[in-house]
């Protein structure tokens, strides 16, 4: 299967899904891995705080696809946004991972009561002329955080993590980041645990197009420009959810998907203004 690909503002390219770690753990969680890599995902997301980057460094080694065919992406935790603590935890990601660099690093969230998110991205501004990684951006971050490390720093980044899912859109985020030049990736992109893949319009739009209502959901988001990094450590369910390249939604259905927004559609409360994760 080929994936497509979005085109970074920095001339890397991004595929155009990925596939989620958190949390895959141990063992089971290498399996799951390595299983993802195997039926065709080249995106591979983790995180320093998921505690699982020496089991997706394994499952990688253990592959048969080549490192340069891979995207492998980690998250700098809240603790370490200090300029050399966030310097360390770079380098403690690489060599969690046994690679000599990773293709993207984000700022796992900005973290705005401690105040060091703008020292965290010259941080990794500074990783990336270093060669340690080779793309940078950020995760959880509005607009306004985005204005603060540019203005500071004159670099904007390539990628930022949101959530996004049927229940919250993003539609003004998206806008933003298309009008920065940053694509978005979306975390949650299914809704975890919520009743979304349930709704009627969604399971109408599914029987239409002859697909499951996560294909539907997952081809939404890439018709929106937003990469979804989907989980699943079943290889069948892996499968289903890259199967989602070969059809097309309506206009009119993109648009009564997004109508599912709701004003408290968060799933847990994440404010990036009020949010703290160390």
Not at 68 to 88: I, M
Not at 103 to 129: K, S
Request: proline letters at 6%; one cysteine or more; charged letters at 20%.
């Amino acid at each position: 299967m080929t994936i497509p690909t979005h085109e970074l503002n920095d001339g890397r390219t991004l595929p155009a899904i990925g596939f989620g770690t958190y949390p895959l753990r141990g063992e089971p969680g290498v399996d799951a891995i390595r299983s993802a890599i195997g039926v065709g995902y080249r995106l591979i997301d983790t995180a320093f705080n998921y505690d699982n980057e020496a089991a997706v460094g394994r499952a990688i080694a253990e592959g048969e696809i080549p490192r340069d065919e891979l995207f492998v992406t980690s998250k700098l935790p809240g603790r370490y946004q200090a300029y050399e603590a966030a310097t360390n935890a770079v380098r403690e990601s690489t060599w969690r991972l046994g690679l000599d660099y990773l293709d993207l690093y984000l700022i796992h969230w900005p973290n705005p009561a401690q105040g060091n998110y703008v020292e965290a991205w010259r941080a990794l501004v500074d990783a990336r002329e270093a060669g340690i990684v080779r793309s940078i951006g950020v995760s959880n971050f509005t607009v306004e955080h985005l204005a603060a490390i540019e203005k500071a720093t004159g670099v904007l980044p390539a990628v930022n993590q949101i959530e996004c899912h049927p229940y919250f859109p993003q539609a003004e985020q998206l806008a933003a980041h298309r009008e920065l030049g940053i694509v978005t990736e979306a975390w949650s992109p299914l809704g975890k645990a919520s009743t979304a893949r349930d709704e009627p319009v969604i399971l109408r739009i599914a029987a239409a197009n002859e697909v499951t209502p996560s294909q539907v959901v997952l081809r939404w988001h890439i018709q929106r420009g937003v990469v979804p990094i989907p989980k699943s450590a079943d290889a069948a369910r892996q499968i289903e959810n890259l199967d989602v390249f070969g059809f097309e939604l309506s206009d009119d259905e993109i648009a009564a998907i997004t109508a599912l927004g709701r004003a408290d559609g968060r799933l847990f409360g994440g404010d990036p203004n009020q949010h703290e994760e160390m």
